[in-house]
């Protein structure tokens, strides 16, 4: 067992090979549109809103439909059924999701530049927390904004969930929720990191098993 992790640590510490380091290069270009592309998009559509109520959510931003008008009639209907206001200040998450995107960016284009296979998965093991994490604190703040209702509000609802991913009928309204163009770099991201570690590794069996032939 000693013997199989001393293998296995050594083999961390093995330069990535050409192929790999490319991929890792483009894993890191892919996180640059994630700062200006929305990660996730909501949908609410009604007898009154046929067209639909849009609320795209960025990573340092929430931004409604039809130039922001959607987002302030959002705001409205919530404040008949007592939720609170959505505003993108009271949303600490918009402050720090930047900041764990640009050192991830940066931390892989090291690996690409001087990284071994230790880094990336390094890499890796940083973005799966911050993807669990991020999911988490948005499936929190769902909860919070629709279970803690204003008993004095003008019409009274049942606490809800809004969906976090998919369709649900919230009232009078339908009420979709799924990933964005942000959210999909992410998985090409991760993707490509994989891909960079296959790569090397492969290199690394094939090394080993032609040392045993030789042997």
């Known amino acids: 067992m000693n013997d199989f992790f001393k293998r296995f640590t050594n083999a961390l510490d093995t330069p990535l090979t050409l192929q790999s380091r490319l991929f890792v290069f483009l894993a890191a270009l892919v996180l640059i549109p994630t700062f200006i592309v929305p990660l996730w998009h909501m949908t609410f559509v009604a007898q009154q809103y046929p067209e639909g109520l849009n609320l795209y959510v960025y990573s340092h931003d929430l931004v409604g439909g039809d130039g922001g008008n959607d987002l302030t009639e959002i705001n409205v209907l919530n404040?008949?059924?007592?939720?609170?206001?959505?505003?993108?200040?009271?949303?600490?998450?918009?402050?720090?999701?930047?900041?764990?995107?640009?050192?991830?960016?940066?931390?892989?284009?090291?690996?690409?530049?001087?990284?071994?296979?230790?880094?990336?998965?390094?890499?890796?093991?940083?973005?799966?927390?911050?993807?669990?994490?991020?999911?988490?604190?948005?499936?929190?703040?769902?909860s919070y904004y629709g279970t803690n209702l204003d008993p004095r509000a003008s019409v009274e609802v049942e606490p809800f969930m809004p969906p976090m991913f998919g369709y649900k009928l919230v009232g009078q309204f339908d009420v979709w929720?799924?990933?964005?163009?942000?959210?999909?770099?992410?998985?090409?991201?991760?993707?490509?990191?994989?891909?960079?570690?296959?790569?090397?590794?492969?290199?690394?069996?094939?090394g080993v098993s032609g040392s045993g032939e030789k042997s």
């Open 177 to 206: 929720s799924y990933p964005a163009l942000g959210s999909y770099l992410f998985l090409v991201f991760g993707a490509l990191l994989i891909a960079a570690v296959f790569f090397t590794w492969r290199t690394i069996r094939s």
């Open 79 to 142: 404040h008949y059924i007592g939720m609170a206001e959505l505003k993108p200040e009271d949303f600490s998450e918009l402050k720090w999701i930047p900041l764990v995107i640009g050192i991830l960016g940066v931390l892989t284009l090291r690996a690409a530049a001087i990284g071994d296979l230790r880094a990336v998965l390094d890499v890796i093991v940083g973005s799966l927390y911050f993807g669990v994490f991020s999911m988490w604190t948005f499936y929190y703040k769902l």
